[in-house]
């Protein structure tokens, strides 16, 4: 039986050193309304929108115990109103920004989620609704790094909905949503 | 780290077992509920295994086992749409020591370390230590045979964080060799 009480010991030693408050952790969804709708078109290629994640409320009461983010996704419709088929990419900074134009959020704020593809104004898949796994699946690491430090900074990013580089174009976003799952703990 | 720890459990076990005396060794499966606890991302699932209990000496039983939950999908509406994401994969392989008290009827404490991979359509995979606790009940309706109920708790960690699940399973055994 000494053995066994090693044995029991170990495991529960094992479990508190290497998991410490983990045990008291929650995955917490959140969500952040996008304007609705909003716009992108050819005149700057891009819509800028300030993010600001204390109006979410479960962000604002679990913020000084967020520890991760499972899990980001943008939903909303998506419809191609002028123009060929493109796609939308959505990029992020720091803070507040205020870029120009589509290229100089390229050059210099970091990709966050897609390319997201839509099909040409008049076409059948003129109107894309992503599922929420397969916008779940167009999220850039580097991007999600951004939202987490910001998350657990004072929770303020700007992030630009970029449509295709030098297109002629107007894509309509209904019912737009950044969804997050946020590890923290409770 | 993690894996250090892992590994310096699992060679305790198999010393424990190549210093002790075998009595006897089985084989078992069982199924029933897995369900998420405090996460938003899972709803309530079903889990199956198999178990290969190692009754070393009186009292201990070392038992590896392999196991696999589906969780369920979780539904969420956002504006004017219904969406839906992928309740994941949870699956694991590990040893659990088992403290069996009485005769006939039953009951062992277990505790129990494992590597565990969570799998989700659209993200990517975590592949982590985990810890199992709980408290099972047992007993041989003919010989040879054995039935238990377990309610277990697991806990898969997350860099800083963990996922955890409450598992309720029913579960068979047959013993396969048996030596005094």
Same mark, same amino acid.
């Given at each position: 039986?000494?053995?066994?009480?090693?044995?029991?010991?170990?495991?529960?030693?094992?479990?508190?050193?290497?998991?410490?408050?983990?045990?008291?952790?929650?995955?917490?969804?959140?969500?952040?309304?996008?304007?609705?709708?909003? &716009?992108?078109?050819?005149?700057?290629?891009?819509?800028?929108?300030?993010?600001?994640?204390?109006?979410?409320?479960?962000? +604002?009461?679990?913020?000084?115990?967020?520890?991760?983010?499972?899990?980001?996704?943008?939903?909303? $419709?998506?419809?191609?109103?002028?123009?060929?088929?493109?796609?939308?990419?959505?990029?992020?900074?720091?803070?507040? $920004?205020?870029?120009?134009?589509?290229? +100089?959020?390229?050059?210099?704020? &970091?990709?966050?989620?897609?390319?997201?593809?839509?099909?040409?104004?008049?076409?059948? $898949?003129?109107?894309? &609704?992503?599922?929420?796994?397969?916008?779940?699946?167009?999220?850039?690491?580097?991007?999600?790094?951004?939202?987490?430090?910001? +998350?657990?900074?004072?929770?303020?990013?700007?992030?630009? $909905?970029?449509?295709?580089?030098?297109? &002629?174009?107007?894509?309509?976003?209904?019912?737009?949503?950044?969804?997050?799952?946020?590890?923290?703990?409770? | 780290?993690?894996?250090? !720890?892992?590994?310096?459990?699992?060679?305790?076990?198999?010393?424990?077992?190549?210093?002790?005396?075998?009595?006897?060794?089985?084989?078992?499966?069982? /199924? /029933?509920?897995?369900?998420?606890?405090?996460?938003?991302?899972?709803?309530?699932?079903?889990?199956?295994?198999?178990?290969? %209990?190692?009754?070393?000496? %009186?009292?201990?039983?070392?038992?590896? *086992? *392999?196991?696999?939950?589906?969780?369920?999908?979780?539904?969420?509406?956002?504006?004017?749409?219904?969406?839906?994401?992928?309740?994941?994969?949870?699956?694991?392989?590990?040893?659990?020591?088992?403290?069996?008290?009485?005769?006939?009827?039953?009951?062992?404490?277990?505790?129990?370390? /494992?590597?565990?991979?969570?799998?989700?359509? /659209?993200?990517?995979?975590?592949?982590?230590?985990?810890?199992? @606790?709980?408290?099972?009940?047992?007993?041989?309706?003919? %010989?040879?045979?054995?039935?238990?109920?377990?309610?277990?708790?697991? !806990?898969?960690?997350?860099?800083?964080?963990?996922?955890? @699940?409450?598992?309720?399973?029913?579960?068979?055994?047959?013993?396969?060799?048996?030596?005094?």
């Amino acid at each position: 039986m000494k053995t066994a009480r090693w044995i029991f010991s170990g495991l529960a030693l094992a479990a508190l050193t290497s998991t410490g408050c983990v045990l008291t952790s929650a995955q917490i969804l959140a969500s952040f309304d996008l304007p609705n709708p909003f &716009t992108i078109d050819a005149t700057d290629n891009m819509e800028r929108v300030t993010v600001d994640l204390n109006r979410i409320s479960d962000y +604002a009461d679990n913020k000084d115990k967020l520890k991760g983010l499972s899990d980001f996704a943008v939903l909303g $419709t998506f419809t191609n109103t002028l123009g060929p088929a493109g796609t939308v990419t959505v990029y992020i900074d720091a803070g507040t $920004t205020n870029h120009a134009n589509a290229q +100089a959020v390229i050059n210099n704020a &970091t990709k966050l989620w897609g390319p997201a593809s839509i099909g040409a104004a008049g076409s059948a $898949t003129e109107t894309v &609704t992503l599922s929420w796994d397969d916008s779940a699946a167009l999220l850039d690491a580097a991007g999600k790094q951004i939202v987490l430090d910001e +998350a657990e900074g004072d929770g303020r990013f700007t992030i630009y $909905t970029v449509g295709t580089p030098g297109g &002629t174009y107007n894509v309509r976003v209904d019912d737009g949503f950044l969804v997050l799952v946020l590890d923290a703990g409770l | 780290m993690m894996k250090k !720890m892992f590994a310096t459990v699992l060679v305790a076990l198999a010393l424990g077992s190549t210093t002790a005396t075998a009595a006897s060794i089985g084989i078992g499966a069982f /199924g /029933g509920a897995s369900i998420p606890i405090v996460n938003d991302l899972s709803s309530n699932g079903s889990q199956f295994g198999v178990r290969v %209990p190692v009754n070393l000496v %009186p009292l201990l039983t070392v038992e590896p *086992f *392999f196991a696999t939950s589906s969780l369920g999908n979780v539904e969420e509406t956002f504006g004017p749409t219904t969406f839906e994401r992928d309740g994941g994969k949870n699956t694991g392989f590990g040893a659990n020591v088992l403290f069996t008290f009485g005769t006939g009827v039953q009951f062992f404490p277990f505790a129990g370390i /494992g590597s565990y991979k969570i799998e989700r359509d /659209g993200s990517e995979d975590i592949t982590d230590i985990g810890y199992n @606790f709980g408290l099972g009940i047992g007993f041989s309706p003919i %010989p040879k045979i054995g039935v238990n109920a377990r309610g277990e708790f697991n !806990m898969v960690t997350t860099d800083e964080t963990s996922q955890k @699940f409450a598992n309720i399973t029913l579960g068979a055994s047959y013993s396969l060799v048996s030596m005094p």
